[in-house]
């Protein structure tokens, strides 16, 4: 399985995920945020670059299933709103979609490495 820092941000149904860097960062600290108690402190540190960190497939399903309840219950909506409310940062973009593309990803990865 692969994982790409690189590219437009789409999903190749658990094969490939690509987002660049403007992209790619917002969407890994909201999910390390709300997915603390999933990922160990050396993956969420190792998300932030694509130096080959692990997700197992256990890990990649739940990751999913937190998504899928945040966008259920509306978070990432609400959160999306106050982060352009706020600002954002500069060049950096939080977007439902691509919340959307890595759940899907995630759910049909079998587990992943952030290269």
Same mark, same amino acid.
């Given at each position: 399985m692969g994982f790409d820092l690189e590219g437009n941000g789409d999903s190749d149904r658990g094969k490939y995920f690509r987002n660049n860097i403007w992209y790619w960062h917002p969407l890994w600290s909201y999910v390390c945020t709300n997915c603390?108690?999933?990922?160990?402190?050396?993956?969420? %540190?190792?998300?932030?670059? &694509?130096?080959?960190?692990e997700i197992s497939p256990i890990k990649a399903m739940q990751i999913a299933?937190?998504?899928? %309840?945040?966008?259920?219950?509306?978070?990432v909506s609400d959160y =999306?709103?106050?982060?352009?409310? #706020?600002?954002? #940062?500069?060049?950096?973009?939080?977007? %439902?979609? &691509? #919340? #959307?593309?890595?759940?899907?990803?995630?759910?049909?990865?079998?587990?992943?490495? =952030?290269?």
């Open positions: 603390e108690d999933i990922l160990t402190k050396e993956e969420m %540190e190792g998300g932030s670059f &694509n130096d080959g960190i299933n937190r998504l899928a %309840e945040l966008l259920i219950e509306g978070k =999306i709103k106050e982060y352009y409310r #706020v600002g954002g #940062v500069s060049n950096y973009s939080f977007q %439902e979609d &691509n #919340v #959307v593309n890595f759940m899907n990803f995630c759910g049909e990865s079998k587990g992943f490495e =952030i290269w």
